[in-house]
């Protein structure tokens, strides 16, 4: 099966979803390499072939999120004369769920991006997620979808941030050793609370790579393996106590981590 040199990503919007499809089907496929074009914003018959000029400069495989049939056809018609591989990279998706529910796509490119209530829900939960961070407004924590515990440097803030983006509002809360965390927060039940940990290594490596800010005095103890080592142990004790479970961020992408907290949210909502 030959490998193409050149990749197009077409899009009537931003580009996001034919982007993020791209790149975890890709991700099974490390010994290609791949000049990736990307066109977004393709919403008149003038850009659609223009890009498809560009493509017979440099054929390779064409994916496209192309709400608008015309666009589809000048695509599909294009590529087939050309003998160029393509795929409409939601079809399968879309036609899944318009024949389940017998229900007709709405055909208007950037739905995904609209300003409704979902988005103006998801800002309100950055904001939270902002206002909330380092153990900052615990007052409020019983307004918050999830609570994350962990030391300094164990991917609390942007974990939060990503599940932010989601629209869960999300607080975090630094473990500190001999620094009891308030009762309060660990009684409160609408909230999944949940413990990130690393590996000292891990941990060590990140904290020496972003040790700007950190008191001199502390330097010492903030890198120190034995030091690390009981922080995490301190911290995993007190996480099983409270019976929080504990999410090894070690070797997790933050979208990894964000995705084992949303299926715990999930489960716990049904409680």
Same mark, same amino acid.
């Given at each position: /099966?030959?490998a193409?040199?050149?990749?197009?990503?077409?899009?009537?919007?931003?580009g996001?979803?034919?982007?993020?499809?791209?790149?975890? =089907?890709?991700?099974?496929?490390?010994?290609?390499? *791949?000049?990736?074009?990307?066109?977004?914003?393709?919403?008149?018959?003038?850009?659609?072939?223009?890009?498809?000029? /560009?493509?017979?400069?440099?054929? %390779?495989?064409?994916?496209?999120?192309?709400?608008?049939?015309?666009?589809?056809?000048?695509?599909i018609?294009?590529?087939?004369?050309?003998q160029?591989?393509y795929?409409a =990279?939601?079809?399968?998706?879309?036609?899944?769920?318009?024949?389940?529910?017998n229900?007709d796509?709405?055909k208007?490119?950037?739905?995904?991006?609209?300003?409704?209530?979902?988005?103006?829900?998801?800002?309100?939960a950055?904001?939270?997620?902002?206002?909330?961070?380092?153990?900052? *407004?615990?007052?409020?924590?019983?307004?918050?979808?999830?609570?994350l515990? %962990?030391?300094?440097?164990s991917?609390?803030?942007? @974990?939060?941030?990503?599940? =932010?983006?989601?629209?869960?509002?999300?607080?975090?809360?630094?473990? &500190?050793?001999?620094?009891?965390?308030?009762?309060?927060? *660990?009684?409160?039940?609408?909230?999944?609370?949940?413990?990130?940990?690393?590996?000292?290594?891990?941990?060590?490596?990140?904290?020496?790579n972003?040790? @700007?800010?950190?008191n001199?005095?502390?330097?010492?103890?903030?890198?120190?393996?034995?030091? &690390?080592?009981?922080?995490? /142990?301190?911290?995993?004790?007190?996480?099983?106590?409270?019976?929080?479970?504990?999410?090894? &961020?070690?070797?997790?992408?933050?979208?990894?981590?964000?995705?084992?907290?949303?299926?715990?949210?999930?489960?716990?909502?049904?409680?």
């Amino acid at each position: /099966m030959p490998a193409y040199d050149h990749i197009h990503l077409i899009s009537d919007s931003t580009g996001d979803t034919v982007s993020a499809l791209a790149r975890a =089907a890709l991700s099974q496929f490390n010994y290609l390499y *791949l000049i990736e074009h990307h066109w977004t914003l393709i919403r008149r018959d003038d850009q659609v072939k223009k890009v498809l000029s /560009m493509i017979e400069s440099h054929p %390779g495989l064409v994916l496209f999120t192309l709400v608008d049939p015309e666009h589809q056809k000048l695509v599909i018609d294009f590529c087939e004369k050309k003998q160029i591989p393509y795929q409409a =990279a939601l079809k399968p998706i879309v036609d899944k769920i318009s024949k389940t529910w017998n229900v007709d796509p709405l055909k208007e490119p950037g739905q995904q991006h609209i300003l409704d209530d979902k988005y103006f829900f998801r800002l309100e939960a950055v904001e939270f997620a902002l206002d909330h961070d380092d153990g900052k *407004l615990t007052e409020n924590y019983h307004l918050a979808d999830i609570i994350l515990f %962990g030391v300094s440097r164990s991917s609390k803030t942007p @974990t939060a941030m990503y599940l =932010a983006n989601k629209g869960l509002k999300v607080a975090n809360y630094p473990i &500190v050793k001999d620094v009891e965390i308030s009762k309060e927060i *660990l009684k409160l039940d609408i909230p999944l609370l949940v413990g990130l940990s690393q590996d000292p290594e891990v941990l060590i490596h990140i904290r020496k790579n972003r040790i @700007t800010g950190v008191n001199p005095l502390l330097k010492n103890d903030y890198v120190d393996f034995e030091k &690390v080592s009981d922080e995490i /142990m301190y911290t995993q004790k007190i996480l099983k106590q409270n019976k929080i479970p504990i999410i090894n &961020v070690a070797k997790r992408s933050v979208e990894e981590t964000a995705a084992e907290i949303i299926k715990l949210y999930e489960f716990h909502r049904l409680k």
